[in-house]
C-alpha cells in the first residue's frame, strides 16, 4: 500500500499544485495575432540588419577602389602638372612662331579651266565669301574665271576677290582647279606650294613625277577614300550623280519618242524602255531620272548588292545566269 502510494503520490499531483499551475499556464498564455506581430517584427529586424550589413560592405569595397584609384592615378596627375609647369616656364618653346601659314596671309587662286566643253568652275562667288569669312587674305582669280558657268567677274570682286593675270594666279599658296595642270600651267606652279583638282594619277604619272620634283602638296579629289570622315570632300560622287543625269538628258534628246506614256484622243502612246548597265553613283542618278521621267526602267549590275537600291527607285533588276560549259 505504501509502495503504491509512493508510486500514486509521484506520478499524480496534488489539487494544490494543479491548481497553482493551472493558474500558471493561464497567464502564459499568448494571443496568435501577438505571436505573429512578432515573428514579422523579428523578420523585418533580420532583414533590417542584412541590409545594413550589405551597405556597410558596399561602402567598404568603395572606399578601397577608391583608395586604390586615388593612388594610380596620383603618379600621372603628377606628372601631368609638372609637365604642364615646364610648358609654361619653357620660354623657348613659347617664342617659337607657329608652323604655317596663317589664314591672314594665305593666299587662294583659281585660274580659268583651259579645257574644251570645259564649262565647272573650282569656286563661285558664294563660296568666296565664306573663305572671307574664314579669314583668307586674298583671293586672285584669273579673269573670267566662271564665265562658261555664267559667273561674272563683278560677282567675285562683290564676294571679295581680286581679278589677276594667269601667272599671279598660280603664284598662290593654294591653287584650286577642276582638270589637272596642263602644258601651259605646270610652269606657272610655285614650288612647296599646294594644289586641289581632279588628278587621275595611274592616267598621269609624268604629271605626279613633275609635281614631286616642284615638292608640292596635292590633294587628288578622285582619289579621296569613300569613308564617313571624306564624305564632304567626296565630289568625285557629286559629278558621277551630276553625270547620270546629264547621260539621260542627252539620250532623251537624241530619242525619237517622249519617255513617258501618253493618252490621247487620238490613241495612246506606250513609255520608252530603259536599260541602265552599272548600278553605281551615276547609273543610280539615271536610274532615277529615267523614272521620273515615266519610263521603264531596267537595270543591271554584276552586284547583288545593287538590287535593293535599283528597285528601290522603282526600277526592276535583271538577272543573267551563265552556264558553264
Request: aromatic fraction near 6%.
Amino acid at each position: 500500500m505504501r509502495g503504491r502510494a509512493g508510486r500514486r503520490g509521484a506520478n499524480s499531483k496534488s489539487p494544490r499544485t494543479e491548481a497553482k499551475m493551472g493558474g500558471c499556464g493561464k497567464k502564459s498564455i499568448t494571443p496568435f495575432h501577438e505571436v505573429a506581430h512578432a515573428l514579422e517584427a523579428g523578420v523585418r529586424a533580420i532583414r533590417f540588419s542584412t541590409k545594413m550589413l550589405l551597405a556597410l560592405q558596399y561602402s567598404k569595397l568603395s572606399l578601397e577602389h577608391a583608395c586604390l584609384a586615388k593612388s594610380a592615378k596620383w603618379p600621372q596627375l603628377r606628372r601631368a602638372f609638372s609637365r604642364s609647369s615646364v610648358r609654361r616656364t619653357d620660354s623657348s618653346s613659347a617664342a617659337e612662331a607657329p608652323k604655317g601659314i596663317p589664314y591672314s596671309k594665305l593666299s587662294v587662286g583659281v585660274p580659268k579651266e583651259l579645257y574644251q566643253n570645259e564649262n565647272r568652275v573650282a569656286l563661285s562667288p558664294a563660296a568666296c565669301c565664306c573663305t572671307s569669312e574664314e579669314g583668307v587674305y586674298c583671293q586672285q582669280l584669273r579673269s573670267k574665271p566662271g564665265a562658261a558657268a555664267k559667273f561674272k567677274n563683278e560677282a567675285y570682286e562683290a564676294s571679295g576677290a581680286r581679278i589677276t593675270d594667269c601667272k599671279t594666279t598660280f603664284q598662290s599658296d593654294i591653287v584650286l582647279k577642276v582638270r589637272p595642270p596642263i602644258e601651259v600651267d605646270k610652269g606657272h606652279l610655285r614650288d612647296s606650294s599646294t594644289l586641289i583638282s581632279f588628278l587621275y594619277p595611274a592616267q598621269n604619272n609624268s604629271l605626279v613625277d613633275e609635281l614631286a620634283k616642284k615638292q608640292m602638296t596635292v590633294f587628288a579629289m578622285d582619289a579621296i577614300p569613300r569613308i564617313s570622315r571624306a564624305q564632304v570632300f567626296d565630289a568625285l560622287s557629286s559629278m558621277a550623280n551630276i553625270a547620270g543625269y546629264k547621260a539621260v538628258i542627252e539620250a532623251a534628246n537624241h530619242f525619237g519618242r517622249f519617255f513617258t506614256g501618253q493618252i490621247t484622243a487620238a490613241g495612246k502612246v506606250p513609255p520608252a524602255k530603259v536599260l541602265v548597265i552599272g548600278g553605281g553613283v551615276a547609273g543610280l542618278a539615271a536610274v532615277g531620272c529615267c523614272k521620273n521621267m515615266g519610263a521603264i526602267v531596267r537595270a543591271f549590275d554584276t552586284r547583288e548588292a545593287v538590287r535593293e537600291q535599283v528597285e528601290s527607285f522603282g526600277a526592276e533588276f535583271l538577272t543573267i545566269n551563265l552556264e558553264a560549259r
